[in-house]
């Protein structure tokens, strides 16, 4: 087997905050084809942004029973959560396609937030990850796969 050239990408672990420095493109991994304005605005807006009644409850949940949210500040929040995903997951679907890979894991988000300067979200979600996949092997070994999901799901 012949040997290759395989970029190090991993987010920085000597505990400095700059980001991870950036590999240089290889020449022949392909270039992503940017989306123009007119393609963005063929999609349909319940395409782009999450479901408004979904960031409304998480929303509802931060603040006293007793307040109230206006509809102009419960789309606002839906913009900006949405377009959130959407740039950390394009820089790691990004990091995806220089390895070569089609599927993003939950590492390549991490990366792309440590990346993009959201090192103080990265740790949090690293226990979050780490505690799924603890409850996705335990699930899995007890054959319960999909009801331990469907109760994890009501529990939020």
């Keep these: 087997m012949a040997d290759s050239f395989t970029p190090s990408i991993a987010p920085q672990t ?3 905050s700059n980001p991870p420095e950036q590999v240089e493109q290889q020449p022949d991994a392909p270039e992503p084809v940017p989306i123009t304005e007119q393609e963005v605005g063929e999609y349909r807006e319940q395409d782009r942004y999450l479901p408004i009644a979904n960031v409304s409850r998480i929303m509802k949940n931060a603040v006293p029973p007793t307040a109230k949210i206006a509809k102009d500040a419960k789309e606002c929040v839906q913009e900006c959560v949405s377009e959130f995903i959407s740039f950390i997951t394009s820089e790691a679907a990004e990091k995806c396609q ?3 890979r089609k599927t993003i894991g939950g590492e390549d988000i991490l990366y792309a937030m440590i990346s993009l300067g959201f090192e103080n979200y990265a740790e949090t979600l690293k226990i979050h990850l780490a505690k799924l ?6 699930a899995s070994s007890s054959g319960k796969v999909g009801e331990s999901a469907e109760a994890h799901a009501e529990d939020e």
């Excluded at 996949?133 to 335990?138: K, L, Y």
């Design 14 to 16: 000597d505990g400095s």
């Design 98 to 100: 220089l390895e070569k």
């Design 133 to 138: 996949r603890q409850h996705q092997s335990t």
